[in-house]
């Protein structure tokens, strides 16, 4: 419960992990870092996703390199800096106004997408732009500045406002 680093994987090239395949953060409320890069056995097993609801004091994740589709990020905190693999398909951050760093090579595989108080740092309207066709989206808390109404576009269907 004193942990406050754990640093499992790497950001290097030539570092691979696939042996870890399972990982459960319980209630680490002093867990600050989280970086299991590369660690691309994470996802594979029977776990696709990550609980860090309990890490309410998290502020950097790093989940680059692996193979997890969803991360349960606490409700409110210092969240800072957030990568996450291109397999992700479930994107949920509530309450993470702290955020500065949002980083994921490819957001078409995301099937629900709920952005609540994130931040200015956060370009909802370019994750919009970038998920698929069909995904469930809940957004709050977001401003979009343009300059004349033709520049809202609905590519997809319908939205009621």
């Known amino acids: ?23 459960y ?11 299991v890069r590369n660690c ?5 097993g029977d776990q696709k996703t990550v609980d860090l609801s309990g890490c309410t004091g998290i502020e950097e994740v790093y989940f680059d390199g692996t193979q997890v589709t969803g991360v349960t990020l606490p409700n409110g905190g210092v969240l800072r800096i ?8 479930s994107l949920i951050i509530r309450n993470q106004p702290s955020i500065t760093d949002l980083t994921c090579p490819g957001l078409s595989g995301i ?12 370009d909802t309207l370019a994750i919009l732009d970038s998920i698929g066709t069909g995904a469930r989206v809940r957004l709050f808390d977001f401003n979009w500045e343009i300059e004349e109404a033709s520049e809202i576009r609905i590519s997809r269907s319908p939205m009621t406002m």
């Not at 099937?111 to 108080?117: A, F, K, M, P, Q």
């Open 82 to 89: 957030l990568h996450l693999p291109a397999t992700i398909t």
């Open 111 to 122: 099937t629900t997408l709920w952005l609540e108080n994130v931040g200015s740092a956060v």
């Open 25 to 35: 953060l319980g209630n680490n409320r002093l867990l600050k870092t989280l970086d």
């Open 1 to 23: 419960t004193k942990l406050q680093n754990l640093k499992l994987g790497d950001s290097s090239p030539y570092y691979t992990n696939g042996n870890l395949q399972t990982l």
């Open 40 to 44: 691309t056995g994470l996802g594979t």
